[in-house]
């Protein structure tokens, strides 16, 4: 179970402006919190990625977590950043 608050941002790339005018990078982000056995996680920042088939959450967060499996998939090729 989770909470979402939604919220826009938008960005500037000034490597794209030179090639195109008026350009903005819109981002949907959000605030989400996230049920444990002790209540409500605090919020924490995500990126919206409406075109992704897998949502990604730090161990660290997933961890405390009521959930339930449906499966197991291991992921690839993520960034420790």
């Given at each position: ?34 049920k ?32 339930e ?13």
């Amino acid at each position: 179970m989770a909470k979402v608050s939604l919220f826009f941002e938008t960005l500037r790339d000034i490597s794209i402006e030179r090639y195109i005018q008026d350009y903005k990078i819109i981002r949907l982000k959000v605030g989400v919190q996230f049920k444990t056995t002790n209540g409500w996680t605090k919020p924490y920042p995500a990126i919206v990625d409406t075109g992704a088939h897998t949502s990604v959450i730090p161990l660290s967060i997933w961890k405390n977590l009521i959930h339930e499996n449906f499966g197991e998939y291991k992921m690839f090729g993520v960034s420790k950043k």
